[in-house]
Nanobody, 127 residues
Framework: QVQLVESGGGLVQAGGSLLLSCAAS????????MGWFRQAAGKEREFVAGISWSGGSTNSTDSVKARFTISRDNAKNTVYLQMNSLKPEDTAVYYC????????????????????WGQGTQVTVSS
C-alpha cells in the first residue's frame, strides 16, 4: 500500500505559478506510476498529468501541456506538478494518485485505473 499527501495549493492570481508536491509513504514508490487529477466544483474528476515509474514517460492533457510539468524524485518519494501561467479555469481541487506499474510506461488517464489517492489540495486562480 501507499499513502499520498499533497501540498502546495493556494490562492494565486492569473498568470502566476504554483508547485504542487505529493509525498508518498512506503519503500516501493519507484514501482508506481503517478498521476495528477483535478476536480472543479460541479464537474467530474479529470486527468491533468501522469508520469511513469521511472520518470521516463510523461503525459498531460492538452489544456495544460504548455504550462504544467510533472516530475518525480524517487529518492524522496515525491511527485511534483509545476504549474505556470495559471488561468481561472485551472481552479480545482488537485489530487495525486498512484497505480502499481513497474516497467510499464503507458500513462493511464482514467481515474479508475489508479488505486491510491491523496486527500487533495485546493488551487484557486483569481482573475
Amino acid at each position: 500500500q501507499v499513502q499520498l499527501v499533497e501540498s502546495g495549493g493556494g490562492l494565486v492570481q492569473a498568470g502566476g505559478s504554483l508547485l504542487l508536491s505529493c509525498a508518498a509513504s512506503g519503500r516501493t514508490f519507484s514501482r508506481y506510476a503517478m498521476g495528477w487529477f483535478r476536480q472543479a466544483a460541479g464537474k467530474e474528476r479529470e486527468f491533468v498529468a501522469g508520469i511513469s515509474w521511472s520518470g521516463g514517460s510523461t503525459n498531460s492533457t492538452d489544456s495544460v501541456k504548455a504550462r504544467f510539468t510533472i516530475s518525480r524524485d524517487n529518492a524522496k518519494n515525491t511527485v511534483y506538478l509545476q504549474m505556470n501561467s495559471l488561468k481561472p479555469e485551472d481552479t480545482a481541487v488537485y489530487y495525486c494518485a498512484a497505480r502499481e506499474a513497474y516497467r510499464y510506461n503507458y500513462i493511464h488517464t482514467a481515474p479508475n485505473m489508479y488505486s491510491y489517492w491523496g486527500q487533495g489540495t485546493q488551487v484557486t486562480v483569481s482573475s
